[in-house]
């Protein structure tokens, strides 16, 4: 099956939703999204229907696109989000990206895993300064400044990346025959699973390859 960016669901709640901006402006571990499931009919259909088109499974970021879109009612679809507060602050490692029906991925790992591709910090992934988004880098402040949707919070924030999801606990009386298998047991599973997210964060946002200077 084909992986579908943009698309994921709120750990605590399991509510889908789309992720709009994957981190804010100077402030990297929260996002912007839309809760799908709160929306009207029509709003939902033209947004689900935009999520799943080219431009939207091309571009970086869904901000881009939905700059661009527009609702049968005539508004340009961001600001218009915007404005009806249709947006939700919600930090980063709250969300689980789900790309296909078997795979997930925090977002707050795939911003990391994408970083790292691309050779920069987490902090600079942000979206800058960029009048096709149609909606002022002052509003976007005034929103990383609101506090995050704390209703909608994981009960245990430590548990929320994919090591500390999958760690099993190690009894205290264990051996040290029984404490080095367990460890290389979850060594294994880390392995998979960072395997796993590299391929998907790969699928989402391509390596740029790095061209040899020329002598």
């Known amino acids: 099956m084909q992986s579908l960016k943009h698309v994921g669901r709120i750990k605590k709640t399991g509510r889908r939703c789309m992720v709009v901006f994957r981190s ?4 990297a571990f929260n996002c ?20 799943e088109s080219p431009a939207a499974q091309n571009a970086n970021e869904f901000s881009e696109v939905l700059a661009r879109g527009m609702f049968s009612d005539g508004s ?4 218009s989000l915007y404005v009806k507060g249709l947006l939700t602050k919600m930090p980063t490692d709250t969300i689980e990206m789900v790309p296909t029906m078997q795979s997930t991925i925090m977002l707050s790992d795939l911003n990391q895993l994408i970083a790292e591709q691309q050779g ?21 402040a005034k929103i990383s400044k609101l506090p995050a949707d704390t209703e909608m919070l994981s009960d245990d924030l430590t548990r929320t990346t994919s090591a500390s ?26 392995a998979k699973e960072a395997a796993k997210f ?18």
């Open 24 to 27: 804010l402006p100077n402030d």
């Open 32 to 51: 912007l999204i839309i809760q799908t499931e709160s929306l009207e009919p029509d709003y939902h259909d033209q947004l689900v229907s935009l999520v």
């Open 76 to 79: 340009t679809m961001l600001p």
């Open 120 to 140: 920069i910090s987490v902090q600079d992934l942000a979206v800058k300064r960029d009048p096709k988004y149609n909606v002022e880098v002052q509003e976007l």
């Open 165 to 190: 999801v999958n760690q099993t606990e190690l009894s205290a009386s264990a051996s040290p025959e029984e404490a080095a298998k367990h460890y290389r047991s979850q060594a294994d599973k880390l």
């Open 198 to 215: 590299r391929r998907l964060a790969e699928d989402l946002v391509p390596t740029k390859k790095k061209v040899a200077e020329k002598e």
